[in-house]
């Protein structure tokens, strides 16, 4: 028995001793092969951020949001042409000195953006469009040098859906409190800034006056990104006189004060996308098309107009209206002041006359209502009587997520957002046309189903009513079934040859009175609006048409 158990024992150590050889041969190959390897080259302090554009749905709107991507230095085994040599040696209208670090920042743009990141600089000239010349023109009207300009491509890449993390949007990616500055109007129906013709004047009388500020467009520019704050404390901290005297210094500044990488390569990056668009023939880049673009014509809507209605009247898919518009959060303009559309210029004519016209329907039906807490999409649209395919559609949402505090809009019954109404809707309006009754002051929907013989359950379907609390009186009711006595009374009516006031006198009803004259007992009632709970009493004054 002893012997087994050292037996047992013994072939124990002997595993274990041959786990511990077996980790440690492991770890000595590891270490030899990592010594042999080819390490990955570490990524320089002053390596570009390059900006992609990703598609997201931000608040249940498509959109792009910008986000900075680290790419590594473009391969030095791949030289730049000789065509492309002498792009990156193009002189700029503000041409400045720069150190040879500065240089190579520059040059790392360029690369990139004429080699592997060359489809996504083509992806921006794609959008660009009518809307450079545009920019250009209101840059050159205000006074600003031409080349920038181009400071759209550093900051959207010419996206008038774009949108920071930090809440910057539009191709000129104006911060919701400098858009309010600039004249960018921002609310739940409209965020100007995301108009590319709006945001490019102001962003020129910004940049006009970050120029001002600094007496310098690199300055400015580099302002334009971090703040006038920011750029002015590094400045004076630094005694620094231009942007990279300021970069060449920025390691003298608190950790707090200095400037961010996106900030100290944002000159370098908009220099390369200069010299790329004064040389884009030479570089094998496809022009940016802005002469073959149709021509956009603005014109004024009233608060509240139907942009659907119009984009449907105008034959135009509401994609391509949307992406002529992206300012609007909403497919219907701002309810309480005009707007500014834009629409392709051969169809202003036609989009004016619509606007003039009953058929653009101004804002009546629509409703913002306020998400509580328990709401879901299926308990609004079952309270509203609006689908709730439909409701996610009008306010541009896909999730299924709702949360207290959040604001929808609700189509009603008038608005043509949606080429659909509720069952409850049509029945109340076609019961509106057929109405045999109005409603009087005082009148209740249980002493009118008691008068008519009709069940409350069958006025409210019949009438497309939720509630009797709904009723209000001069509105029309359709009684079914009810035309037929309708005509009787109005024969009656036109029968008599005499209108009797009557005093009542003790012991009578309304039942006695009517069969004294050989009338309708109901008659009696309607004629002086009362109803079968009412009380008579002598004195009471009636009025009777009498044969």
């Known amino acids: 028995m002893h012997k087994n158990f050292d037996t047992q024992k013994m072939t124990f150590r002997k595993i274990l001793l041959l786990c511990l050889a077996c980790m440690l041969l492991a770890a000595c190959t590891s270490k030899s092969s990592k010594s042999t390897a080819t390490l990955p080259v570490p990524i320089p302090d002053e390596t570009a951020m390059i900006t992609e554009l990703v598609e997201l749905e931000v608040s249940g709107e498509p959109a792009d949001e910008v986000v900075d991507v680290q790419v590594p230095p473009a391969d030095d085994a791949e030289p730049l042409s000789s065509e492309e040599l002498e792009a990156l040696e193009t002189r700029l209208n503000i041409n400045i000195d720069m150190d040879e670090s500065d240089r190579k920042v520059v040059e790392q743009y360029f690369k990139y953006f004429t080699h592997r990141g060359r489809k996504t600089f083509q992806r921006y000239l794609s959008r660009c469009g009518a809307l450079l010349p545009h920019a250009t023109e209101i840059f050159k009207q205000k006074g600003l040098p031409e080349e920038i300009v181009y400071l759209a491509f550093v900051e959207s890449g010419f996206n008038a859906k774009a949108y920071s993390r930090a809440g910057a949007a539009g191709v000129w990616q104006f911060m919701p409190y400098t858009g309010r500055k600039y004249g960018l109007k921002q609310n739940w129906w409209i965020d100007e800034r995301r108009d590319p013709y709006k945001s490019a004047s102001a962003a020129a009388d910004y940049l006009l006056k970050l120029y001002n500020d600094f007496g310098d467009w690199y300055l400015a520019i580099a302002a334009y990104n971090a703040g006038e704050g920011k750029i002015g404390r590094a400045m004076e901290k630094t005694g620094a006189e231009s942007f990279f005297e300021l970069t060449q210094k920025n390691h003298k500044l608190s950790h707090k004060a200095r400037l961010r990488k996106e900030t100290k390569h944002y000159v370098p990056k908009f220099l390369a996308i200069v010299k790329i668009m004064r040389n884009l023939e030479k570089l094998g ?79 009546a039906g629509w409703i913002s ?54 069952p409850r809707a049509k029945t109340h309006a076609i019961a509106q046309k057929r109405g045999n009754y109005v409603v009087q002051k005082g009148d209740t929907l249980y002493g009118i189903s008691r008068s008519s013989g009709v069940s409350v359950k069958t006025l409210l379907s019949a009438n497309g009513l939720r509630s009797a609390k709904l009723l209000r009186a001069g509105t029309k009711l359709y009684i079914p079934n009810q035309s037929k006595r309708t005509a009787a009374r109005k024969s009656s009516k036109k029968k008599a040859t005499k209108t009797v006031a009557y005093q009542v006198r003790r012991g009578e009803s309304v039942w006695t009175i009517a069969k004294k004259f050989g009338v309708s007992y109901k008659d009696v009632l309607r004629w002086n609006q009362l109803s079968k709970r009412s009380v008579l009493r002598p004195g009471d004054n009636l009025k009777i048409y009498a044969n």
């Open 369 to 422: 209502y306020k998400v509580r807490r328990g709401d879901s999409w299926y308990r609004i649209g079952r309270k509203h009587g609006v689908p709730v395919a439909v409701l996610k559609k009008v306010n541009n949402r896909r999730s299924n997520m709702l949360k207290p505090g959040q604001r929808l809009m609700i189509p009603g019954s008038n608005s043509t957002q949606v080429a659909w109404r509720s």
């Open 285 to 363: 880049f496809d022009p940016c098309e802005g002469g073959a673009c149709e021509p956009i014509k603005a014109i004024k809507v009233k608060g509240g107009t139907d942009l659907l209605a119009l984009a449907n009247d105008l034959n135009i898919r509401w994609k391509t209206f949307y992406d002529m518009n992206t300012a609007f959060r909403r497919q219907v303009s701002p309810p309480d002041y005009e707007a500014t559309v834009y629409v392709p210029a051969v169809k202003a004519a036609k989009a004016i006359a619509f606007l003039q016209s009953d058929k653009s329907r101004p804002y």
